[in-house]
């Protein structure tokens, strides 16, 4: 996808793909919510029934979570930008297929470039694996600092697998809440963004 596109083009873009089968069973694209100057991206696998229908991502109970641990360290979910590998909602929520994220990688990708994020989370084995690019399991490398594209990326567990952790759920939601935690001392070790142009130059 050109460099020179706008968020606003990809997302009309992708709000008509059809470049896999998962575009047959969609109600509508699912392509991302959020500021779109996010210092903060998050990255989940793929759209559920909610999101499906709303066409807003991380609206359902696993969306719940991911506001409630983001109020947590004092940063609104609007202050973020929040998307997931694939766009469209696979068939009774199964896995996506290899084919499918490869299809939905040039959208996430873009949406990476445009946004500019300072740090990415990615959420869940799926989106770890897409954006770190090597087949590592969550449990792992969560809460670790990565290096990609010259920004950090900081892998946790998706909200949905506390949601459903069963006897494991405890223990993942403290490991996320540390997880966060690193989150947010990575966010206050970040130097200051650049003011732009314009206002170095007293023009504003």
């Keep these: 996808m050109s460099s020179s596109r706008t968020l606003e083009e990809v997302g009309a873009d992708a709000a ?14 699912v392509f991302g919510v959020g500021s779109p100057t996010a210092d903060l991206m998050f990255v989940g696998e793929g759209p559920g029934y909610h ?8 609206v359902g109970a696993a969306g ?13 979910r609007d202050e973020v930008y929040i998307c997931n590998v694939v766009k469209c909602r696979p068939p009774g929520n199964r896995d996506p297929l290899p084919d499918e994220i490869d299809a939905c990688r040039p959208y996430l ?22 954006i770190l690019d090597r087949p590592v399991g969550i449990s792992r490398v969560r809460g670790q600092r990565f290096t990609w594209e010259g920004r950090m990326v900081i892998p946790t567990f998706h909200p949905a697998a506390i ?3 069963g006897g494991q759920a405890s223990s993942q939601m403290a490991a996320v809440r540390e997880d966060f935690a690193t989150l947010r001392a990575a966010l206050a070790e970040l130097p200051p963004t650049p003011a732009p142009v314009e206002q170095q130059l007293g023009l504003f």
Excluded: Y
């Design 51 to 58: 999101e499906d229908k709303q066409g807003i991502p991380f």
């Design 64 to 76: 719940q979570l991911l506001t409630t641990l983001l109020g947590e360290i004092g940063i609104a």
């Design 163 to 165: 949601l459903h952790g």
């Design 109 to 130: 990708l873009a949406q990476v470039s445009l946004i500019d994020p300072r740090i990415v989370v990615t959420l869940g084995n799926f989106a770890t694996r897409v």
């Design 16 to 29: 008509t793909c059809t470049r896999c089968r998962l575009s047959a069973g969609r109600t509508q694209v």
